[in-house]
């Protein structure tokens, strides 16, 4: 008996919880001022790659009949963000920043759909 079997129904809510919760910490993060800036110490590129191939997995996840909806969305979303940050003080635009938050986005929703591919199970014929 499980007692904390949640439903089909709990994890995709979840999901898209934790997805738009991404994606407010994704603007949140990018629009900080330079001084309150929060780095990990790896190079800004791979910082956006990530950044933007994660919030890509949670979000083809939670919308999976939606992702090129999903890539298009984060990649729109990657140059606004990249834009806006003339607005915050001490930070600048850079399209190589745009280009690898968009990469980042791309590759997660073709890793999130190769993952989901290899789930899928053939429905068999009862003999």
């Not at 949670?58 to 919308?63: D, Q």
């Not at 940050?85 to 001490?90: L, M």
Request: overall charge positive; hydrophobic content about 55%.
């Amino acid at each position: 008996m499980r007692l904390f079997a949640l439903s089909h129904q709990s994890n995709h809510r979840i999901a898209r919880v934790v997805s738009w919760s991404c994606a407010i910490l994704l603007a949140f993060l990018s629009l900080l001022p330079n001084e309150l800036e929060i780095r990990t110490g790896a190079p800004d590129e791979l910082e956006h790659f990530f950044a933007y191939f994660f919030a890509a997995v949670l979000f083809s996840i939670s919308y999976p009949q939606k992702r090129f909806f999903v890539a298009g969305t984060l990649v729109a979303i990657a140059g606004l963000l990249e834009a806006l940050q003339v607005f915050s003080p001490g930070r600048s635009v850079r399209l190589l920043d745009v280009w690898f938050s968009a990469t980042g986005a791309i590759f997660g929703v073709v890793v999130a759909s190769l993952i989901a591919r290899c789930n899928v199970r053939p429905l068999r014929s009862k003999q």
